[in-house]
């Protein structure tokens, strides 16, 4: 057809993919996989290469910009002690009532962030008020305690 230069017909088409065409093509005998391949041109390929990827360690010179989350909020929970109570045990507490704890007097208390154990602490009194003073921070292995949540 005119008007229909540069366009392959299905033979051609096949024979670029490596099937045998069905028919001879209709418009010349010059036509055939090289002179199609011609006809297209050829494309340069090449491998996508990815940047490398960091391996997670923070290098050293680097300043972090550590302002961007301080002002995430966390829920801080000191834990003075646990106990286990029978519900009509519970239903009997009144003001004044007084509850057992399994942690003696003085044995540190638990400090969970998020509800993750993260820190040791005694308590203290200080100007009237309680508070808590950190007095070991527990690494990964620790952490993995109760959650309360």
Request: proline share 6%.
């Amino acid at each position: 057809m005119p008007g229909d230069e540069g366009l392959l017909d299905q033979s051609e088409i096949e024979a670029l993919f490596g099937g045998a065409p069905s028919s001879p093509p209709a418009s010349s005998s010059a036509s055939g996989p090289a002179n199609a391949a011609e006809r297209i041109g050829k494309v340069e390929v090449s491998a996508f290469k990815l940047d490398e990827i960091g391996t997670g360690q923070r290098n050293p010179n680097e300043q972090s910009d550590v302002s961007l989350i301080l002002d995430v909020d966390l829920n801080v929970r000191i834990e003075l002690g646990r106990t286990r109570m029978y519900i009509e045990d519970v239903l009997r507490l009144r003001e004044g009532s007084v509850v057992p704890l399994e942690k003696l007097a003085g044995d540190p208390v638990d400090i969970f962030v998020n509800g993750r154990l993260m820190a040791r602490g005694e308590v203290l009194v200080l100007n009237d008020n309680f508070c808590v003073r950190v007095s070991e921070i527990l690494g990964d292995s620790k952490s993995s305690g109760p959650d309360l949540d």
